[in-house]
């Protein structure tokens, strides 16, 4: 019994490592070596790439029985980085407005950072019923809200162009439920504050350069 739920778990850490490296080597690079958006999203891609060719080499030598010469190499390179590249345009261009709480928080996922949206992207296949509530703002949107206005905020748009943060429905949802949601983005390196009360959410920010005490 122990052997069949050690071969399950090890299997599943197989399956998920490929997205883990993929965001949270992005994260890593945006943050601790201060890469621009793009060429810190392009890093956890080469890392992506670079891991499922390992996947097909092993496959191939376990069927072959030998690890194939230069040419095979290069193809399983090319698949490789056909299907991270389809996945990452996938995750950044499309987001199902089903997990969006509006018209408005589905168009202004787009402006959302790009390595923020691919993991929230990723985190649906997982959590279909994952409900994103609110994105960009502006400060007049406190004040409409009944708030305090934020001189401050993750989900104003940063110098580099993007919003910082993204807030995710957690009211009517379980805590154990929950308590994965917020785990997952702390394990990829976001940023997590839980509100709670009337309009309970979770708030997930990537750090700013412009802002970096906020959250």
Same mark, same amino acid.
Request: aromatic letters at 6%; proline letters at 5%.
């Given at each position: 019994m122990l052997n069949w739920l050690f071969q399950i778990i090890k299997i599943l850490l197989l399956l998920i490592l490929p997205f883990i490296i993929l965001i949270r080597g992005a994260v890593y690079f945006y943050l601790a070596h201060?890469?621009?958006?793009?060429m810190?999203?392009?890093?956890?891609?080469?890392?992506?790439?670079?891991?499922?060719?390992?996947?097909f080499s092993f496959f191939y030598g376990r069927i072959t029985g030998k690890i194939g010469n230069l040419g095979s190499f290069k193809r399983r390179s090319y698949l490789a980085a056909i299907l991270v590249a389809g996945y990452c345009i996938h995750g950044l261009l499309f987001f199902s407005s089903s997990n969006a709480k509006s018209a408005d928080v589905r168009a202004g996922f787009n402006k959302?950072?790009?390595?923020? &949206?691919?993991?929230?992207?990723?985190?649906?296949?997982?959590?279909?019923?994952?409900?994103?509530?609110?994105?960009? &703002?502006?400060?007049?949107?406190?004040?409409?809200?009944?708030?305090?206005?934020? &001189?401050?905020?993750?989900?104003?748009?940063?110098?580099?162009?993007?919003?910082?943060a993204i807030d995710i429905r957690t009211k009517g949802h379980s805590e154990t439920r929950n308590f994965f949601l917020k785990t997952y983005f702390q394990m990829m390196g976001f940023n997590t504050l839980r509100h709670v009360g009337t309009d309970d959410h979770l708030h997930v920010s990537l750090k700013s350069k412009d802002l970096p005490g906020s959250i």
């Open positions: 201060d890469l621009p958006t793009w810190a999203l392009i890093g956890g891609i080469g890392g992506t790439i670079l891991i499922l060719v390992l996947y959302v950072h790009p390595i923020l &949206r691919l993991g929230a992207s990723t985190l649906v296949h997982l959590d279909r019923d994952l409900l994103i509530t609110d994105t960009d &703002r502006v400060p007049e949107d406190y004040r409409k809200m009944g708030l305090p206005t934020k &001189r401050h905020s993750l989900h104003y748009q940063q110098s580099n162009g993007f919003v910082h």
